[in-house]
Nanobody, 114 residues
Framework: QVQLVESGGGLVQPGGSLRLSCVASGFTFRRYSMRWYRQAPGKERELVATITTFSYSTSYADSVKGRFTISRDNAKNTLYLQMNSLKPEDTAVYYC???????WGQGTQVTVSI
């Protein structure tokens, strides 16, 4: 069965950086586009970034464009999100999602605060 395990979150000051990871199993990772989502308290889950198979293309929400970078290592079945110049409004639980699978991992908490 599909499993996605997110990690790398934490508490960081504004302007800081974090690198999130998502280790996938239970499906052929390289065949699927992957996405990062986030959900802040009291808000709906929103799409942050998408990467196609073999990293052919990426796309980003306007709110993170130029600050976040999505990448993948198909040999390690791992998805990444490099987050730079973090802002308090980036505080949320971050989730990865595989293709159209209806599965969500536990997420990883990112808190940006002084």
């Amino acid at each position: 069965q599909v499993q996605l395990v997110e990690s790398g979150g934490g508490l960081v000051q504004p302007g800081g950086s974090l690198r999130l990871s998502c280790v996938a199993s239970g499906f052929t990772f390289r065949r699927y586009s992957m996405r990062w989502y986030r959900q802040a308290p009291g808000k709906e889950r929103e799409l942050v970034a998408t990467i196609t198979t073999f990293s052919y293309s990426t796309s980003y929400a306007d709110s993170v464009k130029g600050r976040f970078t999505i990448s993948r290592d198909n040999a390690k079945n791992t998805l990444y999100l490099q987050m730079n110049s973090l802002k308090p409004e980036d505080t949320a639980v971050y989730y990865c999602k595989a293709g159209d699978f209806d599965y969500w991992g536990q997420g990883t908490q990112v808190t940006v605060s002084i």
